[in-house]
């Protein structure tokens, strides 16, 4: 394995240096909750503009107000926060959510522009979209349609026809990590206060949410704060209805809702009902049993066919190329929606890097990028791509149809940093200090974008294939001690126990792990433990070279 630790091997190890090492300023405020760093609404440019907007229409009689609800849980956590705080500064606002019907972003959706033409609102509002829509924005303008853009994305593009609040944008506002969520609750906070009234705060868990659906940096003090305190206050009906469902008696956390509670929500968004993304919609706006109840009846069926579709799709993938250093592959006939889907599973079997494309449009490609690894700067640099928008390793991409061949012969040579970053390395014959396996056990709530759980690389662990436990329902789990501590992998599917750990061999392998480390109780006895997140597994032979 190519490891990269943070720490030299006699450094010592605290959470404070941790968070320094990723990036956190001030970590004895961080570790407090971090609410010192809640910055002044005053810091994003336009605030008084878009309270203009509002104000100019807060007295009118069934003022009609369209809100275009982004396709992602971010554009949905925001759309709830602005429609939430409008229907509470006037109940009588007519305020229609417009949804997408395809796969876009923002106001460049002819469905959605002709909609707003038609009905001819008096506010158009876009949370977590449309800040580059410069061209729909005139279009709007030039009909008396006024836009309030509250968004987080970054484009070099002037939208000179919207009031445009976003904090990338912004050169005041120090939290460039907050989603479309935040920037929206800012605003709303911003109403608070000129009306003095006392709203948003009760909004928090949404914005907490809407961090975590959009996988934003979680190393700033702000948005630690709407984590520390949304995960101490979900007041929303429907959110707390799907965590008592989905956690039961797991903690509220960070990880927790993104792993077992947030992908539901997402699939829902996702879906091809476009019924059930209303009922969506509105279960987390008006909190009505109905609407939650359609959901929590729903999003288990909802969830099973987007896994049954995906791996079907994958399984018939059979002609993948692996020989290059990024796959790119070009997918016909898949649902637009579950692209990255289908690619996070093709890093999961190459453990490599792939490029998803859709047959060419109008000369114009785009794409889905997922990795193991960070590689949207790579990509960037290259220059073969117009745009490569997203995450460090789960992004969207366009390029020209002109450039296949090039990214073709790009991704053959491309030079990959595959390594892995750790806390310490450490020979499993060697004693590894009892301290570090409870040291970071209070702070499960802090693990999330930017700063996850610590992690370790062990090696020089030799055993014989014999000596693993299969446990579990499904057999699915293995576990075995060395030198006293023991090793835990979950979700271990029978064809790797026989083909990676060659389990039923009585063969001995030699292992290295990443993994991370606690302490295990189990009938009052406590034992350090190591939950293996990556391995690799190696049959020893007869003359091992040590």
């Avoid at 002037?158 to 989603?179: Q, R, T």
């Avoid at 008006?286 to 049954?308: P, S, T, W």
């Avoid at 979950?490 to 480390?517: A, C, P």
């Amino acid at each position: 394995m190519d490891i990269k630790p943070l720490y030299m091997p006699n450094e010592t190890i605290t959470m404070n240096t941790y968070l320094e090492k990723c990036g956190v300023k001030n970590t004895t405020e961080y570790l407090k909750g971090g609410a010192k760093g809640i910055e002044n609404c005053d810091n994003y440019d336009n605030m008084n503009k878009g309270y203009e907007l509002i104000k100019n229409i807060i007295d009118i009689p069934n003022t009609s107000i369209m809100i275009l609800v982004d396709i992602d849980g971010d554009g949905y956590y925001s759309s709830a926060i602005m429609y939430k705080e409008l229907k509470k500064i006037n109940e009588k606002f007519n305020i229609q959510p417009l949804f997408h019907t395809k796969r876009i972003h923002g106001l460049n959706d002819t469905d959605v522009m002709n909609k707003i033409l038609k009905d001819n609102p008096s506010l158009v509002i876009c949370p977590d979209s449309a800040t580059g829509d410069g061209e729909q924005c005139k279009i709007l303008n030039d009909n008396n349609i006024p836009v309030l853009i509250l968004d987080h994305h970054f484009t070099k593009r002037k939208n000179n026809y919207a009031i445009v609040i976003n904090n990338k944008l912004s050169k005041n506002v120090i939290n460039k990590a907050g989603s479309g969520g935040v920037v929206t609750w800012k605003f709303c906070k911003y109403i608070d206060q000129k009306l003095k009234i006392n709203y948003a705060p009760k909004m928090i868990d949404l914005v907490w949410f809407s961090l975590l659906s959009d996988i934003c940096e979680m190393t700033t003090l702000e948005n630690r704060a709407f984590a520390y305190w949304g995960s101490k206050n979900i007041k929303n009906k429907f959110l707390t209805a799907m965590c008592d469902k989905l956690l039961k008696d797991k903690e509220i956390n960070n990880h927790n809702i993104s792993w077992y509670v947030q992908p539901k929500i997402s699939d829902i968004i996702r879906c091809e009902d476009n019924k059930i993304k209303k009922h969506l919609f509105y279960a987390i706006v008006d909190e009505k049993k109905a609407d939650i109840d359609i959901i929590l009846n729903n999003y288990l069926k909802i969830h099973n066919h987007r896994k049954k579709y995906v791996q079907e799709y994958f399984n018939q993938m059979d002609k993948i190329d692996d020989n290059n250093k990024i796959i790119f592959e070009q997918v016909d006939n898949l649902y637009t929606y579950y692209t990255g889907l289908v690619g996070s599973k093709i890093n999961n079997k190459y453990n490599k890097p792939c490029i998803l494309y859709k047959e060419p449009k109008d000369n114009f490609v785009t794409g889905s990028i997922r990795s193991p690894f960070p590689i949207k700067q790579q990509l960037k640099d290259s220059n073969l791509f117009d745009f490569v928008e997203g995450h460090d390793s789960a992004c969207g991409c366009g390029f020209k149809n002109t450039k296949i061949s090039s990214i073709k012969q790009f991704v053959k040579n491309i030079k990959l940093d595959k390594s892995k970053q750790v806390i310490q390395s450490f020979d499993a014959n060697d004693r590894i200090p009892r301290g570090l396996f409870s040291i970071f056990d209070e702070y499960k709530d802090i693990w999330g974008q930017g700063i996850k759980e610590p992690e370790f690389y062990i090696y020089n662990i030799k055993i014989n294939t014999n000596d693993i436990k299969q446990i579990g329902k499904n057999k699915t789990t293995i576990k075995f001690n060395y030198n006293g501590v023991d090793y835990i992998k979950f979700m271990v599917s029978h064809s790797d126990q026989e083909t990676k750990w060659n389990i039923g061999t009585y063969n001995d392998i030699r292992v290295e792990i990443v993994g991370s480390l606690g302490l295990n109780e189990y009938y009052g006895r406590i034992s350090p433990q190591v939950v293996i997140n990556d391995y690799e597994a190696n049959l020893v032979h007869k003359n091992p070279i040590s």
